[in-house]
């Protein structure tokens, strides 16, 4: 399938389009420097629709290589997240939604050359761990754990008080 950079969002929500596919973090930049390997992919749904206003939905899952914070080795992280925005055709009607309540955060403009996979990058860093760490039955520093020489928090105050 070949791959459109840009759509225009609104036409795309407006025709309940739909547009699947599996997209290289090679191509996404910022998502690659987040990422301990370049040999990845995320596959993704945007789906488009009307619901009284029109929205583009997202799906996307994808096995990510983070680091684990806990024992520093590189990890297989399942993203599966999913999302939706809904399209304002004008900065008038953004601006009449943005003073709405509930349900109309996840606003943007429509845009006839709409950078869709800028959208899922970011989308992708929203949903990485701000704190990486494997499950916990695969992590060998919990399989070592009791073992581990663990610094002892009042040893080191001994000896800050062995200074004064
Ligand atoms: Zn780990």
Known sequence: MSEQVVIDSLAFAQGNSVSSGNISVEKLPRLREALMARAANVSYVIEGGVAVRPYLR?????????????????????????????????????????????GLADAMLA???????????????????????????????????GNNERPNPFAALAALKRQH
Do not use: M
Not at 129 to 144: T, Y
């Open 111 to 145: 845009e006839v050359k709409f950078d869709w996979q800028a959208w899922l990058e970011e989308e992708v860093l929203l949903a990485l761990p701000v704190s990486p760490v494997h499950p916990d039955d695969g992590c060998s520093a919990i399989a070592e754990q």
């Open 58 to 102: 997202l799906k996307l899952s994808g096995d990510l290589p983070l680091l684990c914070h806990r024992c520093a080795q590189v990890f297989s992280w399942h993203l599966d997240t999913e999302c939706q925005v809904w399209l304002a055709q004008n900065v008038d009607e953004l601006a009449a939604w943005d003073r709405e309540a509930d």
